[in-house]
């Protein structure tokens, strides 16, 4: 039986990102267990979702505190209460300090609507159709000190056509990361993913595979 990765996840709006997580569980495709889901936004939709699917929520507003550091704290008990293993950022919209970083060292993951390490930040569909780029897409990342920087661990591309704007680019985006969110998740659960300094390898499922599987790992 494989081991059940136990997830804790961050959101801060819809959380189409945490459905498809739910949806993969309940589908057989992902082992995990979300253990709980957090929110820093009391109205957020996803909180919506995770009590339809009957998972424990908790609400920790980040204006209830005096400094980011308090705020992270109180998000690390929390997750260790819970008895989190992996921290999954699904549309977490607070920058995460070194006191959250550190209790959870390589194990919080985070994704992004853009082809890193162009577009880090925000309003990032925007900023691809402004500056011309002819593809982007999505990352899922490790995730380190900085904005959107720690090590790659699947990417998706998707076309930016002519017509375009920042609604319809961000759709396309979205389907993609509903499809490599869950399997960065699953990659870890099955003990697959290694970061060696800001890289990822990715080891193949099982180290029986001839050469060619080796160097082109089946994501
Ligand atoms: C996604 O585009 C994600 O990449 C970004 O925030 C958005 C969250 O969407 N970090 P949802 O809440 O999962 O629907």
């Not at 402004?130 to 490790?142: I, L, P, R």
């Not at 499809?179 to 180290?207: C, F, N, S, T």
Request: charged fraction near 25%; proline fraction near 4%.
């Amino acid at each position: 039986m494989m081991n059940r990765v136990k997830l804790g996840i961050l959101i801060s709006g819809s959380g189409s990102n945490l459905q498809s997580i739910i949806d993969n569980i309940e589908a057989g495709t992902l082992s995990a267990e979300i253990k709980i889901v957090i929110s820093n936004v009391g109205d957020a939709y996803g909180l919506t979702r995770a009590k339809k699917h009957g998972l424990k929520t908790e609400v920790i507003r980040h204006e209830n505190f005096t400094s980011r550091e308090a705020f992270d704290a109180r998000l690390v008990e929390v997750l260790k209460e819970n008895d989190v293993e992996l921290v999954v950022l699904a549309g977490f919209m607070r920058v995460i300090t070194s006191t959250f970083l550190q209790a959870f060292p390589n194990r919080i993951m985070n994704i992004h609507p853009a082809l890193l390490p162009s577009f880090p930040g925000v309003h990032v569909w925007q900023k691809a159709i402004d500056y011309g780029v002819k593809f982007s897409g999505c990352t899922v990342h490790f995730v380190d000190q900085g904005t959107d920087t720690g090590p790659i661990i699947i990417q998706s591309v998707v076309p930016v056509l002519d017509d375009d704007d920042a609604d319809t680019l961000a759709a396309r985006i979205l389907r993609q990361e509903h499809k490599i969110y869950p399997r960065a998740i699953q990659l870890y659960a099955e003990g697959r993913l290694e970061i060696q300094g800001r890289i990822v390898k990715v080891h193949p499922k099982d180290r029986s595979l001839d050469s060619e599987s080796l160097t082109n790992p089946r994501l």
